[in-house]
């Protein structure tokens, strides 16, 4: 049966049943204070948790456990975006307010590649982070308003955008076929 998987501001993600709207189970997470971002693993076994500062990793099938199976530790302020890859899920990628973007092995456990995002005077938040279907190229949206394209085999930075300077970038996505990125800034705009 299809299920619906929620959280807010509160430690608790809820296992909503898709069709009735029963919770059929939720999970009480142990040094959470909000979520900010979820992600289900390819195969959807398991269930990737952002929160402030950290990243834990959840079975969602089987027996309920509170204990994560994995455990991503190194941002210093809200984890705001959280992903996969989508072939294996050997790897996961975060962006956070604390200006970096990163990839861990999932294996591991370890921080694999960070990226530093420069802003103005400082390292400028990361809002939006979205995994390119060519698996190498992540696309971000952070707080000065720009958009990067951060090539994962080169480790750098291939492409910034700013569609409305100074308005910051809250979401990004990339269709699945790659002919189209789409971006949304805080005013409401969308590009």
Request: charge should be negative; hydrophobic fraction near 35%.
């Amino acid at each position: 049966e299809p299920v619906v998987i929620a959280a807010g501001y509160s430690p608790e993600v809820l296992f909503i049943d898709a069709l009735h709207g029963d919770i059929r189970r939720t999970l009480t997470l142990k040094d959470f204070g909000h979520v900010n971002r979820l992600a289900v693993s390819p195969g959807s076994k398991r269930l990737a948790v952002a929160g402030n500062p950290h990243v834990r990793v959840f079975e969602v099938q089987g027996a309920p456990s509170s204990d994560p199976v994995g455990t991503y530790e190194g941002h210093k302020n809200n984890v705001t975006a959280v992903g996969f890859e989508s072939t294996a899920g050997r790897w996961l990628y975060t962006g956070s307010e604390d200006g970096t973007i990163r990839i861990w092995d999932t294996r591991s456990q370890k921080c694999e590649l960070c990226h530093e995002n420069a802003g103005a005077f400082n390292r400028t938040a990361v809002h939006s982070v979205d995994l390119h279907p060519n698996q190498v190229e992540l696309l971000a949206g952070d707080g000065e308003g720009k958009v990067i394209l951060w090539d994962l085999k080169a480790n750098k930075v291939r492409l910034t955008l700013a569609p409305e300077e100074g308005v910051p970038v809250r979401s990004v996505c990339i269709a699945p076929d790659a002919k189209m990125a789409v971006c949304a800034n805080h005013e409401g705009t969308c590009y």
